[in-house]
């Protein structure tokens, strides 16, 4: 990296999560990654090294094959000077949101990955001057499991982020249920994506971030303190929608620019700016698995109306959507079905340790890794091999449930299209645009006996908090348990 790049004040915070932080550059279109973790629990040089080594090489053998090469950027990893990461570490301290404070950015190893910044619209490899909108979007789960080894009903009925929502609010994580539902975003019906766009737009959660010329003007930036201020919101977006009315204002405004807005998004999610190699890997057959959540509002309107279910016009094969459905549908089997695998290779393992690098459990995510996810057979022969692809192919399915969607805009004058540029119209502009995926780190091997537990607390939390009241019978049944106490009646 060159040496003016390495200024510490030209950078500044621009997100993180659980695991990294990112800062962007302010003149240059590139962000650095770093990578975090538990103050006590610092990793060696060599370990990070490793860990980021893995990251790029996940990205480029494997999330590009399934994703695409437009849509996925792996980054490179640089080595910076140690002097100039504890500058920059302090530097943005006070930038950073409180509720991720938990764990540290590593400064001891000087390591960090340089990527694209993706709030801009990758067609301007140079940072111009232009107005630049950028809408994150962390679309979770779009699927119903339609594994057989579903033990619970409820899970073939409701889709687990709806279901999450519950226990997150009784958690305290969010203050208030969100009306979203990842189902109605990826079922490329335009009407029930608005609705999840608007959902999106009223409880924000982690899920949604817009960004104005690379500030944070619309989401969370800490844990429950969310912005949804939709006045304000319209007032930043009204530059970019309506360019040459400075009249119009008031409630009306708010909504016909909010409107605007998502149907840019919509129209963005539906383009197809890539083609990739896993592009005609079909992981299930539409007829599976339902296309609804029962526990969607959008859902719920409809039969409270009378009206029949929208039929689900699906995403186009090319659009990112379809993309990240396809990797989430890697996970076949479902939790309940893939644990006893997980725990038949725990066991292989613990008999044969040193056997953990030829399965390639922590990498290297190279072509033999990738070529190995493609046996999509659900025919268990009782082999480790068998039990292992699954595990792996789950872990990708993971990733894919937890990565973000990043569309970029930026206005664009009519003579300004050419070939290479995408443009997305709205009623009084247009923009250039790019839709990325970011977050792609492979989800560890370890997490696994992690997520059989929490899907466990998620189903049970739900059956009885949420469905026993809607369902007085049942929630009578929940009481008696509870108390333990035999009610004798007189026959
Ligand atoms: O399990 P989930 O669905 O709650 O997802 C976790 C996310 O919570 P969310 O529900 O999106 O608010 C969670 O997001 P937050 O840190 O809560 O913003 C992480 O992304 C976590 O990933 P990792 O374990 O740190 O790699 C995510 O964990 P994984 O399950 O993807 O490992
Ligand atoms: N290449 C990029 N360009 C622009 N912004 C980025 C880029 N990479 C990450 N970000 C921003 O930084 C935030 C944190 O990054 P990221 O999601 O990779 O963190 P994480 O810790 O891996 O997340 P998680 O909590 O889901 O594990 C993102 O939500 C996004 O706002």
């Known amino acids: 990296m060159e040496a003016e790049k390495t200024e510490g004040n030209e950078w500044k915070h621009l997100g993180e999560g659980n695991q990294s932080l990112v800062v962007s550059h302010c003149q240059r279109c590139v962000v650095l990654r770093f990578l975090k973790s538990p103050p006590n629990q610092t990793k060696t040089s060599q370990e990070i090294l490793h860990h980021l080594q893995n990251i790029v090489d996940f990205g480029k053998h494997v999330m590009k094959q399934f994703f695409g090469e437009n849509y996925v950027h792996h980054g490179e990893i640089i080595q910076l000077p140690l002097d100039f990461v504890r500058q920059l570490c302090l530097k943005i301290q006070p930038e950073r949101p409180e509720c991720r404070c938990d764990k540290d950015m590593d400064t001891l190893s000087g390591f960090a990955m340089c990527l694209p910044n993706l709030t801009r619209p990758q067609s301007y490899r140079l940072a111009e001057h232009r107005p630049l909108l950028c809408i994150e979007i962390k679309p979770k789960c779009g699927f119903i499991p339609f594994s057989s080894h579903v033990s619970q009903e409820i899970k073939h009925k409701v889709c687990r982020y709806c279901m999450h929502q519950h226990l997150k609010v009784a958690n305290g994580k969010w203050k208030r249920p969100s009306k979203y539902c990842p189902l109605d975003l990826f079922s490329g019906n335009k009407q029930r994506m608005h609705f999840a766009l608007k959902s999106l737009l009223q409880e924000a959660q982690n899920n949604l971030k817009i960004f104005k010329n690379g500030e944070l003007i619309y989401g969370c930036k800490d844990d429950q303190d969310c912005v949804s201020d939709w006045n304000e919101l319209a007032r930043h977006l009204k530059p970019f929608f309506f360019p040459s009315?400075?009249?119009?204002?008031?409630?009306?405004?708010?909504?016909?620019?909010?409107?605007?807005?998502?149907?840019?998004?919509?129209?963005?999610?539906?383009?197809?700016?890539?083609?990739?190699?896993?592009?005609?890997?079909?992981?299930?057959?539409?007829?599976?698995?339902?296309?609804?959540?029962?526990?969607?509002?959008?859902n719920k309107e409809l039969v409270r109306n009378g009206k029949h279910k929208l039929e689900s016009s699906g995403l186009p094969r090319g659009c990112l959507l379809y993309k990240t459905l396809q990797?989430?549908?890697?996970?076949?089997?479902?939790?309940?079905?893939?644990?006893?695998?997980?725990?038949?290779?725990?066991?292989?393992?613990?008999?044969?340790?040193?056997?953990?690098?030829?399965?390639?459990?922590?990498?290297?995510?190279?072509?033999?890794?990738?070529?190995?996810?493609?046996?999509?057979?659900?025919?268990?022969?009782?082999?480790?091999?068998?039990?292992?692809?699954?595990?792996?192919?789950?872990?990708?399915?993971?990733?894919?449930?937890?990565?973000?969607?990043?569309?970029?805009?930026?206005?664009?004058?009519?003579?300004?299209?050419?070939?290479?540029?995408?443009?997305?119209?709205?009623?009084?502009?247009?923009?250039?645009?790019?839709?990325?995926?970011?977050?792609?780190?492979?989800?560890?091997?370890?997490?696994?006996?992690h997520q059989y537990k929490l899907d466990g607390e998620i189903v049970n939390y739900y059956l009885k908090n949420v469905q026993a009241k809607d369902d007085p019978v049942m929630s009578n049944l929940f009481k008696e348990n509870e108390d333990c106490t035999l009610v004798l009646h007189k026959v």
């Open 245 to 298: 009315n400075g009249l119009v204002s008031g409630p009306h405004c708010t909504r016909t620019i909010v409107k605007e807005l998502i149907q840019v998004i919509t129209m963005t999610l539906l383009s197809s700016t890539d083609t990739c190699r896993a592009g005609d890997m079909k992981t299930v057959p539409v007829s599976q698995g339902r296309s609804y959540c029962e526990a969607s509002a959008f």
């Open 327 to 449: 990797a989430q549908m890697l996970d076949m089997l479902d939790i309940e079905g893939l644990y006893p695998l997980y725990s038949r290779v725990e066991q292989y393992l613990e008999e044969f340790p040193e056997e953990r690098s030829t399965l390639q459990i922590d990498g290297p995510y190279n072509e033999a890794f990738y070529e190995k996810l493609l046996d999509l057979s659900t025919e268990d022969d009782g082999t480790v091999a068998f039990a292992l692809t699954k595990v792996q192919q789950y872990r990708i399915a993971m990733t894919a449930k937890d990565c973000s969607i990043m569309i970029a805009l930026s206005p664009c004058l009519q003579d300004e299209c050419s070939e290479q540029r995408s443009v997305v119209l709205a009623s009084k502009s247009r923009f250039t645009f790019s839709v990325s995926v970011l977050d792609l780190d492979l989800k560890p091997y370890e997490s696994i006996p």
